[in-house]
């Protein structure tokens, strides 16, 4: 798969930011698609996920309410609308299809496929 991610930048703490995740390889509206991220010295972590039609959506609680993913199929693009950013969001931010999407009352999980991942984008706060 073929992920490549964009957008990352210096931002202040409170400003927003979009990130953007194109795909090029593994039929897009197929899949569903999560955001991860991997802070210095921390493991990589889920953050956002989005089933293949965009009708489902969870996030890591840290991000509720201030993060939003969404997709637009058309142009195999994932996004991340974030929102609030606060001294704990900086990392390296990553997009991966879901190998893996499971339902269970009413929470969502993804199986990130781990032969997929991009390079990341660095999203940084200034202080």
């Known amino acids: 798969a073929q992920l490549v991610e964009s957008g990352g930048r210096s931002v202040q703490a409170g400003e927003s930011l979009t990130l953007s995740c194109l795909e090029s390889e593994f039929g897009f509206s197929n899949y569903a698609m999560g955001w991860f991220r991997q802070a210095p010295g921390k493991g990589r972590e889920f953050v956002a996920a989005i089933d293949s039609d965009g009708g489902a959506t969870e996030y890591t609680y840290s991000v509720k309410g201030r993060f939003t993913v969404s997709r637009d199929n058309a142009k195999n693009t994932l996004f991340l609308q974030m929102s609030s950013l606060i001294p704990e969001d900086p990392a390296v931010y990553y997009c991966?299809?879901?190998?893996?999407?499971?339902?269970?009352?009413?929470?969502?999980?993804?199986?990130?496929?781990?032969?997929?991942w991009g390079q990341g984008t660095q999203v940084t706060i200034s202080s």
């Open positions: 991966n299809k879901c190998a893996f999407w499971s339902s269970r009352g009413g929470f969502h999980t993804c199986t990130p496929d781990s032969d997929a």
